[in-house]
C-alpha cells in the first residue's frame, strides 16, 4: 500500500538566522484557510512551549535523523498525519537545526519523506555581494524582516534569479509582532495578538496557490510497518503509567504518550508542585524535563509527594526520570545561581546547574546491563542536557559501557535517571518495556564511583 500528505519543509539557511517567526505565520495562515496542519519539529529536543498547538490544535511532533532511521521516520509522519490535510516540517537546513540541536538534518528528512524545501532568508543579514549558498533542491523562498516594498522587490528580483526559486511570501521588519517575536523569552509562550498579527501579515503576501502545488509535489511512499506495542485483542493492558506535567514539568514527546494509550496503557498525569501523593494504582512514574530554575524551591516544598515518590520506589516501583527529571530525584539540586535545595533523593547524586542556557548535544550509548527499560548492549541515541553537572554522592548503577557517558544513565534499584532525553517513540521495542509486567532482575555489578 502507498500513502501520501501534502507537505513541506521550512528552514533557515543562515546560521544566525530563526525560521520560528515565520513558522508561527505560516501555520496561522494555513489554519485561517480552514487546513487541519500537522507541525513537526525537525530535532527531537524538548521545547517547554508548544507554539504549534497553540495555533493549530494539534501537538507538535518530532521527526529526527539523528535518533530515527528511515523506517522511523516514515512511521512517525505515518502516525502523526493520519487526519490532517498537510504537514509543516520546520528547522534549519545550515547544517545542524540551530544552536540546540547538533544532530539531526533537516535536509536528510526532506530526502526520506521527498519533501519539498522552502528556505526562509532573512533580507537584514544580506550583503548584494556575499549571497549564501541555497540549499539542494531548493522549490521555493520566504523573505523575513522585509525592509519596505522596494527592499522586497529588489530582493525578490535578485534570489529569484540567482536560485531559481519562487518567494512564496514575506514579513516586513515594520511590523510589531516581528519585532517583537526577536525579543520574546525563548521559553515565554507568545500572546494570541502576536500570533494573529503574523498570520494577518504572511496572509496577506502569501502566494497560496503555489505553495499549494509544491506541497502537492511530495510522492507517494509505501506504508511502514509498525511494529509498536500490540493491543491484545478484548484486553486492555493493566500497565498504569503517572506522568508528572505541570509548569514545572512541561516537556514531553506527544508521539510516545500517544503510543502508550494506543497499547492500551492507562496515561494519567499528576503535578509535582501540587499534588499530595502518586495516582493511586500506579506501576510506572515518568518524570519529563523542562524545569526552570526558579520552580526548585517551590518542588521541594511539596514534601508529601517526594516522601510517596521514595515509598513508591522503595515497595518496587518503576520509575524513570529524563533531563531535569533526573535532577528532581537527586538529593539535592544547586541551580545556576549556587543555591542548593534538597530534592526527592531516589538517586545518590548532586545536580549541578552549569549555565543558565539550555543546551542539548547528541549523545550516542550503549547499555553494559540490563535493566526493566534497556535490554543489555542496547544502542541508544538521544540529547544530552549539557548544563546539568551529575556528581554521584553514593553507590548506584551505571548502564552506560562508554567511559564518557557514566553518569548519564544512572539507576538503584528500578529507579532510572537519565541527563539523555531518548525520544522513546522512536524505539517501539523499548516502550513495550514499559507496559510489560515487572520481573526483578539480579543485582549487577558497576556502581558509578
Not at 505560516?26 to 498547538?53: E, K, N, S, Y
Not at 517583537?180 to 500572546?191: R, T, V
Not at 543489555?376 to 554522592?393: F, N
Not at 524505539?427 to 507496559?435: D, G, Q
Amino acid at each position: 500500500m502507498m500513502w501520501r500528505v501534502p507537505g513541506v519543509a521550512v528552514g533557515a539557511i543562515q546560521s544566525q538566522g530563526r525560521c520560528e517567526p515565520m513558522v508561527w505565520g505560516l501555520l496561522g495562515a494555513l489554519a485561517r484557510a480552514g487546513l487541519g496542519v500537522q507541525a513537526f519539529g525537525g530535532c527531537a529536543v524538548p521545547d517547554a512551549r508548544d507554539v504549534a498547538q497553540k495555533i493549530t490544535g494539534r501537538p507538535l511532533r518530532h521527526l529526527d535523523s539523528w535518533v530515527q532511521d528511515h523506517d522511523a521516520t516514515l512511521c512517525a509522519m505515518y502516525r502523526g498525519t493520519a487526519d490532517c490535510h498537510a504537514a509543516v516540517l520546520f528547522g534549519s537546513f545550515c547544517g545542524p537545526c540551530g544552536d540546540a540541536c547538533v544532530g539531526s538534518e533537516l535536509g536528510t528528512l526532506c530526502q526520506r519523506l521527498s519533501l519539498p524545501r522552502i528556505a526562509v532568508v532573512d533580507v537584514s543579514q544580506l550583503d548584494c555581494c556575499r549571497i549564501p549558498q541555497p540549499p539542494h533542491a531548493l522549490a521555493g523562498l520566504l523573505l523575513d524582516r522585509v525592509r519596505g516594498t522596494r527592499s522586497r522587490i529588489e530582493w525578490q528580483t535578485l534570489l529569484e534569479a540567482l536560485w531559481d526559486a519562487p518567494v512564496l511570501g514575506w514579513l516586513d521588519e515594520s511590523l510589531p509582532a516581528r519585532t517583537m517575536a526577536d525579543y520574546l523569552p525563548a521559553e515565554q509562550m507568545p500572546s494570541d495578538e502576536l500570533l494573529s498579527d503574523l498570520a494577518a501579515s504572511l496572509s496577506a503576501s502569501l502566494r497560496f496557490d503555489r505553495l499549494t502545488q509544491l506541497a502537492q509535489r511530495s510522492v507517494w511512499l509505501p506504508t511502514p510497518q509498525y511494529d509498536g506495542p500490540p493491543v491484545k485483542e478484548g484486553s486492555r493492558t493493566k500497565t498504569r503509567v503517572a506522568v508528572a506535567y505541570d509548569e514545572a514539568f512541561p516537556c514531553y514527546s506527544a508521539d510516545t504518550l500517544d503510543m502508550l494509550e494506543a497499547a492500551g496503557a492507562g496515561v494519567c498525569d499528576f503535578s509535582p508542585l501540587k499534588c499530595e501523593r502518586l495516582p493511586d494504582r500506579t506501576d510506572v512514574v515518568l518524570l519529563g524535563t523542562g524545569t526552570r530554575d526558579r520552580y526548585w524551591p517551590e518542588l521541594a516544598r511539596n514534601c508529601c509527594l517526594q516522601q510517596s515518590l521514595r515509598c513508591f520506589a522503595a515497595a518496587g516501583g518503576r520509575v524513570y526520570a529524563e533531563g531535569s527529571g533526573l535532577a528532581y530525584i537527586s538529593r539535592q539540586v544547586v541551580t545556576a545561581e549556587g543555591n542548593a535545595i534538597p530534592m526527592a533523593g531516589l538517586i545518590p547524586t548532586v545536580a549541578r546547574r552549569s549555565s543558565v542556557t539550555r543546551r542539548y548535544e547528541p549523545v550516542q550509548l550503549t547499555t553494559g546491563a540490563a535493566s526493566w527499560l534497556f535490554p543489555v548492549r542496547q544502542e541508544l541515541r538521544g540529547y544530552r542536557e549539557a548544563d546539568w553537572d551529575i556528581v554521584p554522592s553514593g553507590p548506584m548503577l551505571t548502564y552506560a559501557r562508554e567511559r564518557d557517558a557514566r553518569l548519564d544513565l544512572l539507576a538503584r534499584g528500578n529507579v532510572i535517571g537519565s541527563r539523555i532525553v531518548f525520544h522513546l517513540a522512536s524505539r517501539p521495542e523499548i516502550l513495550k518495556r514499559f507496559l510489560a509486567p515487572f520481573v526483578p532482575l539480579p543485582a549487577v555489578a558497576g556502581a558509578a564511583r
